[in-house]
């Protein structure tokens, strides 16, 4: 089967943890002998004079196209809304145009990219599967103009996108049941979450060893936390919290890794708490220093206040490490509370506080979490996952 697929990122141009899905999905299609092109936002590449570069890595070839710069704002982050450069414009249609017998897979909804990508094809009249990554909240809460903006796009645009789809897959059923609230409706609408990256647990020790001492983790209780640094993402909830959590176990350690928006305002909320030793931001880190640090945690915390698809939840279940979250409906997909994880009242700081205590100092406990984190659901799982998508592959052809 000869496949497109056309996402916001990819590594090694990425921004956040879909693109490691994006990866991980055409590897896994290219070892079933399925013929894998790629076609992808380039992050790293934001310029009106930017040009396309192609990459081949175990027989994918990979487009990355050059994005419009992201427009300076207050009101929200724009850098993962921008749509393509004329010349990427350019190269969509002419790549769309050629595809026969290709069946073309877009990932997200709300990214211009992808709209356009979708657009070109209900011109040519060609068929395309649409894959919901999320829907975004920061234009609906940036004021009345960008609000303006969000909701006309949702009913002239993406509604249309939606609804011309052969299919519309979701990562989570929460992510499903928003898209319906909102009206975006498609006759064949399901459930395929995200899968985990083929490499978690292939780590050497060294490495394990190397950010123990470039981050002083020497006997320390190390409470891990991963994400794009943006509002959403609950980590100033996380900072908040460690001022209790130091008093009480002073040997713990917050590390935060991640980039974004928000990164001033959580440097802001460290220093005013004095907490420079006992909350530390260590940016963005590569995948093996990820695995690494999820080998050496004592705990992995997801303190997202909304999310489409907990990957992180997921990753730390794999690697069999006690792990704390809010209650949202994306959580409870994935934890079921006291049984492998726990889950904090959204509403109550102090809850959040009091169970990342009670996980770090009775043994008891996490050693039930970690037992019960050996059964994952199939449905996670990237076997299940890949037969599911050839499945609604074959409603593209």
């Known amino acids: ?12 141009r990425n921004i956040g943890g879909g693109g490691v899905v994006y990866k991980t999905l055409a590897e896994k299609l290219a070892n079933e002998n399925h013929n894998v092109r790629v076609i992808a936002g380039n992050f790293y590449n934001q310029s009106l004079m930017g040009k396309i570069q192609k990459k081949t890595k175990k027989s994918i070839e990979v487009f990355f196209i050059p994005l419009t ?14 749509p393509p450069t004329i010349s990427s414009f350019s190269f969509l249609v002419k790549q769309l145009s050629k595809t026969k017998k290709e069946v073309i897979h877009l990932h997200g909804l709300f990214h211009p990219l992808i709209d356009i990508s979708a657009i070109i094809c209900i011109l040519m009249g060609k068929r395309y599967l649409l894959t919901c ?32 789809a052969v299919a519309l897959t979701g990562v989570s059923r929460f992510i499903i ?11 064949n609408m399901s459930v395929i979450y995200n899968g985990l990256n083929s490499d978690l647990k292939n780590i050497l020790s060294v490495t394990v060893e190397n950010i123990e001492k470039k981050y002083s983790l020497k006997n320390k209780k190390l409470i891990f936390a991963i994400g794009r640094l943006n509002q959403t993402k609950g980590f100033h909830y996380l900072i908040r919290s460690m001022k209790y959590i130091s008093s009480k176990i002073p040997a713990s350690l917050l590390i935060i890794a991640g980039r974004g928006p928000y990164q001033k305002a959580l440097e802001t909320a460290i220093n005013r708490e004095k907490l420079s030793s006992q909350a530390k931001l260590v940016g963005w880190i590569t995948e093996k220093e990820k695995i690494a640090f999820y080998k050496r945690s004592d705990l992995v915390v997801f303190p997202s206040i909304q999310e489409p698809f907990g990957l992180v939840m997921l990753e730390a279940l794999k690697m069999h490490k006690p792990i704390i979250a809010f209650n949202t409906p994306s959580s409870r997909e994935l934890i079921e509370n006291n049984v492998n994880g726990m889950l904090a009242s959204l509403d109550k700081q102090k809850d959040l506080s009091d169970l990342i205590v009670q996980v770090l100092t009775n043994n008891s406990l996490r050693n039930k979490l970690i037992k019960n984190t050996y059964s994952i659901k199939n449905e996670f799982e990237w076997e299940q996952i890949i037969k599911k998508y050839l499945r609604a592959y074959e409603l593209v052809q």
């Not at 710069?69 to 921008?82: E, H, L, M, R, V």
Request: charge should be positive; glycine fraction near 4%; hydrophobic fraction near 40%.
């Open 69 to 82: 710069p992201a427009i300076k704002t207050k009101d929200f982050d724009t850098s993962t809304y921008t």
């Open 177 to 187: 049941e928003q898209c319906k609230i909102l009206g975006l409706t498609n006759n």
């Open 1 to 12: 089967m000869n496949i497109l697929l056309i996402c916001p990122e990819f590594p090694p």
């Open 133 to 164: 990554h999320g829907i975004p909240e920061s234009p609906k809460k940036a004021g009345i103009i960008w609000n303006f903006f969000f909701q006309f796009y949702l009913n002239f645009i993406e509604k249309i996108v939606v609804k011309k």
